[in-house]
């Protein structure tokens, strides 16, 4: 041993004494700070917890232990946004413990969100628990979903603001003087080069809701938007929408039917007016697994004369696999759409896209979330088109980088980012646009 200890030069053995000077007393100090604060919790001293955990949260925030005992204080003394911050961040970093689940569960009932509520206590109960307390949950359980049931429905509300740019509002060519096969160089007028501008967005959403014993729902929802372009007034736009529908339930299975009809405005005229009916399928095929697949038929109707010319019919067909592997959350989609020309002889402005596409998003903490997405889709018009004398056939390219932050249980803001770029083998149709966009939603 004395031996051993000869060889460590002096400067060696003041290294490790300082190591374990430094670090043992940081590591004691920690486990105290948390070992006093489940004290206070198992005492129900809950006014006293939630003052210790205002001390503590700048070091411990993110430790799920913590996050428990942070969020049971502040759930006790009515801090119900702190409360349901702190148990979601526990739940997503230890989702075994079940404790942590039944506490989400009281949170979101008292924030009367139900629908989340039934969902904590539903998984609370795949995991192990005393048998006392599995009764208890149980019983919860079904007078919620009693409640629920006999239930007249309820309003759901949402408003968002939003600011932005878009380097390209008409996806337009960046050049005005361009060589056509039968004109040779023309100059295009305004409408066909790009324009850009700063944005800003304005939205509201309103929903109804009404759940009936048998698993089914009816639901009615309306929304409207106004886009205004201060550097490209002609795209000023206004969106009316309302649809309504029927939703069935079968275990893991839901089916939805659905109508909707939309009228849009642009700079303040009159321009689309569309009716379409959409049959959607859902089925959870496992715990973090899900798979989509809907079609809809969608009738549009432009009002105005320069454009009555594109009045058609269009069948869309997509198809969805949701899935996580470790943190991230994945999504596979396809889908396509043919279009059917109200006259043959505008067929050369409708179009048959096929479209590929892939999401991941990652949950960073109970606050924050990202996504990526990218979509590739090939274009191809029905006919000739009447100047180039051959069918248009674009190839799109569109990326999208977003990130939502929670500002408290109903305020979130969010910003995304994104570009496009457009090739077509008739480079009159070649574009690319960047923007980005930033803003608040708020559900009431």
Not at 226 to 241: D, F, G, M
Not at 254 to 267: D, F, I, S
Request: proline residues 2%.
């Amino acid at each position: 041993m004395g031996q051993c200890l000869s060889k460590l030069s002096l400067k060696q053995c003041y290294f490790f004494l300082a190591l374990i000077f430094f670090s043992t007393p940081s590591c004691f100090a920690g486990a105290a700070s948390l070992a006093s604060l489940e004290q206070l919790i198992n005492q129900e001293q809950y006014a006293q917890a939630w003052d210790e955990a205002q001390l503590l949260k700048d070091q411990f925030e993110g430790d799920p232990r913590f996050d428990y005992f942070y969020g049971l204080a502040a759930l006790e003394t009515q801090h119900l946004d702190h409360a349901l911050l702190a148990l979601r961040r526990a739940v997503a970093n230890s989702p075994e413990q079940v404790r942590p689940h039944l506490e989400l569960a009281r949170t979101y009932f008292l924030l009367n969100n139900q629908a989340s509520a039934l969902n904590e206590f539903k998984t609370a109960l795949q995991l192990p628990m005393p048998a006392v307390v599995r009764q208890n949950v149980e019983q919860e359980l079904k007078a919620l979903e009693t409640k629920a049931s006999a239930s007249s429905g309820g309003w759901q509300g949402s408003g968002s603001f939003a600011l932005g740019h878009d380097s390209n509002v008409n996806l337009g060519v960046s050049k005005a003087n361009i060589n056509l096969p039968l004109f040779g160089e023309v100059t295009l007028d305004k409408s066909s080069v790009k324009q850009d501008s700063v944005s800003s967005e304005l939205s509201a959403q309103f929903g109804c809701n009404q759940a009936t014993p048998a698993k089914q729902a009816w639901f009615v929802n309306s929304h409207i938007s106004s886009k205004q372009y201060p550097h490209a007034v002609a795209y000023n736009t206004r969106e009316l929408e309302f649809s309504a529908g029927k939703l069935f339930i079968d275990g893991n299975k839901r089916y939805q039917l659905g109508a909707n009809v939309q009228a849009v405005q642009l700079n303040d005229q009159d321009y689309s007016r569309s009716q379409a009916l959409d049959a959607s399928f859902n089925y959870q095929l496992a715990e973090d697994q899900t798979f989509l697949s809907s079609v809809a038929w969608v009738n549009t109707n432009y009002q105005q004369k320069n454009t009555k010319n594109q009045n058609n019919q269009r069948l869309q067909v997509n198809q969805q696999y949701q899935f996580n592997y470790g943190d991230l959350g994945h999504q596979l989609g396809i889908s396509a759409s043919h279009d059917m020309a109200e006259k043959s002889k505008y067929k050369y402005l409708n179009r048959d896209v096929f479209s590929l596409a892939y999401g991941i998003n990652k949950v960073w903490n109970a606050q924050n979330a990202s996504s990526i997405s990218v979509n590739a889709q090939r274009r191809i018009n029905q006919a000739k088109d009447l100047t180039y004398r051959v069918k248009r056939k674009d190839l799109r390219f569109t990326w999208q980088v977003a990130h939502q932050l929670q500002l408290s249980n109903k305020t979130t803001f969010f910003a995304n980012a994104g570009y496009v770029d457009n090739n077509s083998n008739l480079k009159l149709y070649d574009s690319k646009k960047a923007f980005v966009r930033i803003g608040i939603n708020h559900q009431f």
